[in-house]
């Protein structure tokens, strides 16, 4: 069985980050340690008033903690970084648990709606580009892929990010004749999307969940991505009608049944 790590923090209520990647990853078959970055009352998107526990000092004990077990990933996945210190940490975890022919995921987070999310500026963007450049898999939203290249244009962009990771994905690509995927595989690649208008919380989150289960079961590119996007569209689908207030998250855990459905079909493939 695949071992990953999802670092990234607990937000106790609004479904993103590690409550999302706990279950959806662990669903796909693999083990899913993880290590918490932040302790929040709830995300910071569209909520005021939240706590925010900083767990920096306690990463480094659990790090070293682990290093007396031998632990080694197979997979390491980070998401929401709460400083600049952490993602120099983060890189350091790397270096330390991730197995020789093991995977990095980073999903930059940074923003939605083309501003940075609270606590986040240009300098802690650059910092996160550099941990790009240490990963297989970058999974930016359009607004991280413009805060990470200053370029609106994603072939622009896609082209920049494939200078720091073999395999950069903008994962909600608005463009003028359509709703798109843009990722690079050896070339530039164009996925159409279907698209639900509106602003869902989390969506970032299953996506990158659901997808690093995919590559953790060794399905290919393409593949992951045409059934993790599945997966988010039909939880957004759900999630349009049944959720009233969209900074709760997504009501994605009855739709995590067909996504494994298609897994399944990829993995006999
Ligand atoms: O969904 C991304 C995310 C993760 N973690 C925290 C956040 C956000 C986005 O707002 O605030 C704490």
């Known amino acids: 069985m695949s071992r990953i790590l999802a670092i990234n923090d607990i937000s106790c209520v609004g479904k993103c980050s590690l409550t999302v990647a706990l279950p959806v990853i662990s669903a796909c078959g693999a083990t899913c340690d993880i290590l918490p970055t932040a302790l929040l009352s709830t995300h910071t998107g569209g909520f005021t008033g939240y706590t925010f526990l900083d767990l920096s000092s306690e990463m480094e004990k659990i790090a070293a903690h682990w290093e007396t077990l031998g632990l080694r990933y197979d997979l390491i996945y980070s998401g929401y970084l709460g400083s600049r210190s952490q993602i120099q940490f983060v890189k350091d975890i790397k270096r330390r648990f991730l197995k020789e022919d093991g995977i990095f995921i980073v999903d930059p987070v940074l923003g939605d709606n083309f501003t940075f999310y609270k606590g986040f500026d240009e300098q802690f963007a650059k910092e996160m580009l550099s941990l790009c450049s240490e990963a297989d898999y970058i999974l930016p939203n359009e607004t991280?892929?413009?805060?990470?290249?200053?370029?609106?244009?994603?072939?622009?962009?896609?082209?920049?990010?494939?200078?720091?990771?073999?395999?950069?994905?903008?994962?909600?690509?608005?463009?003028?004749?359509?709703?798109?995927?843009?990722?690079?595989?050896?070339?530039?690649?164009?996925?159409?999307?279907?698209?639900?208008?509106?602003?869902?919380?989390?969506?970032?989150?299953?996506?990158?969940?659901?997808?690093?289960g995919c590559i953790a079961n060794g399905i290919a590119i393409d593949d992951a991505l045409r059934v993790t996007s599945d997966f988010c569209y039909r939880s957004i689908a759900r999630s349009e009608h049944e959720v009233k207030d969209r900074k709760y998250g997504l009501n994605y855990e009855k739709e995590i049944l067909p996504f494994l459905e298609d897994l399944a079909r990829l993995i006999n493939k």
């Not at 994905?169 to 995927?181: C, M, P, R, W």
């Open 144 to 212: 991280e892929s413009f805060l990470l290249t200053g370029e609106r244009d994603f072939s622009a962009a896609l082209q920049k990010l494939a200078a720091f990771c073999p395999h950069p994905v903008i994962t909600g690509a608005n463009d003028k004749d359509g709703y798109f995927l843009y990722y690079y595989d050896k070339t530039e690649k164009r996925m159409p999307l279907k698209k639900i208008d509106g602003n869902f919380h989390g969506a970032g989150d299953v996506f990158a969940s659901a997808f690093s």
